[in-house]
């Protein structure tokens, strides 16, 4: 019961502390260009590698839009937690055992 109120309450900070970070890349034509690939209008382009993850998509006029993705910690108590990379996102996890949640207050926004 303790695990499904602390999971509840991560992700009740989740949704309040949720912000992406988007970006829009210009284009000229039908086409998009991003990182060596070729993307036509509609086409999605996902970077899930390297310490930011993000989806970008294909517009009109070859514009790029992309978003980050992802789960970044912003704040934990650093004396009982620690933050680990996982994938895309960033876990709270106790000091001394890496494998238990963090059992502090945590943090974090999307994207």
Same mark, same amino acid.
């Given at each position: 019961? +303790?695990? &499904?109120?602390? &999971? ?19 284009? /000229? ?15 999605? =382009?996902? /970077?899930?590698?390297? $310490?930011?993850? =993000?989806?970008? +998509?294909?517009?009109?006029?070859? +514009?790029?839009?992309?978003? /980050? ?6 704040? =934990? $108590? ?13 876990? #709270?996890?106790?000091?001394? /055992?890496?494998?238990? $949640?963090?059992?502090?207050?945590? #943090?974090?926004? &999307?994207?």
């Amino acid at each position: 019961m +303790e695990r &499904i109120i602390f &999971i509840s309450g991560i992700i009740s900070i989740l949704l309040v502390y949720a912000e992406a970070a988007c970006w829009l890349e210009r284009g /000229n034509g039908s086409s998009c260009h991003h990182e060596g690939v070729t993307l036509h209008m509609g086409q999605t =382009y996902v /970077n899930t590698t390297g $310490p930011t993850c =993000y989806k970008c +998509e294909c517009m009109a006029f070859g +514009e790029l839009g992309c978003c /980050n993705t992802g789960i970044s910690i912003r704040d =934990y $108590p650093a004396d009982i937690c620690k933050v680990l990379r996982r994938g895309c996102n960033d876990v #709270a996890v106790s000091k001394t /055992n890496e494998d238990e $949640p963090c059992d502090g207050t945590v #943090a974090a926004v &999307i994207g």
